[in-house]
C-alpha cells in the first residue's frame, strides 16, 4: 500500500511542479468530446429495425420502456443522453448489437 501511496505522491508533485513551471515538459492532450446527435422518429426506427428488433426488445435493448421508444418513433419525444449516444454508435457500427448482445435474439 505504501508503494502505491508513494507512486502517487511523485506523479502528484510532478504534475504541481510542472503546472507552476514557464516551460511545461509533461505531455498534454486536448480532449473533446462531440455531443449526442438528435435523431428524428424516423431515424430512430430504421435504426431500430436495422437491427431486426421489435420496440419492446429495442427498449430492453437500450434501457428504456417500450412507450419510450414508441413515443420516439412516434415524433411526440426524442431520444437525449445515454440513449442517443447508444443510438449513435448503433449507427456507426452496425455489428453493435452482434458484439455486446445484452438481448438475446431468437
Known amino acids: 500500500m505504501s508503494d502505491i501511496f508513494e507512486s502517487i505522491m511523485t506523479g502528484l508533485s510532478e504534475a504541481v511542479e510542472d503546472s507552476k513551471s514557464q516551460k511545461k515538459a509533461l505531455p498534454r492532450r486536448v480532449v473533446s468530446v462531440i455531443p449526442p446527435k438528435e435523431y428524428s422518429s424516423r431515424q430512430v426506427k430504421e435504426i431500430r429495425k436495422s437491427t431486426g428488433m421489435s ?4 427498449a430492453s435493448y437500450l434501457g428504456v420502456s417500450v412507450k419510450t ?18 443510438l449513435q454508435m448503433m449507427e ?4 453493435l448489437t452482434e458484439e455486446f448482445p445484452f438481448v438475446k435474439l431468437g
Request: hydrophobic content about 40%; aromatic content about 8%; cysteine-free.
Open 69 to 86: 421508444v414508441e413515443a420516439w418513433e412516434a415524433g411526440r419525444n426524442h431520444p437525449s443522453g445515454a440513449a442517443s449516444r447508444l
Open 55 to 58: 420496440q419492446s426488445i429495442f
Open 92 to 95: 456507426l457500427n452496425k455489428n
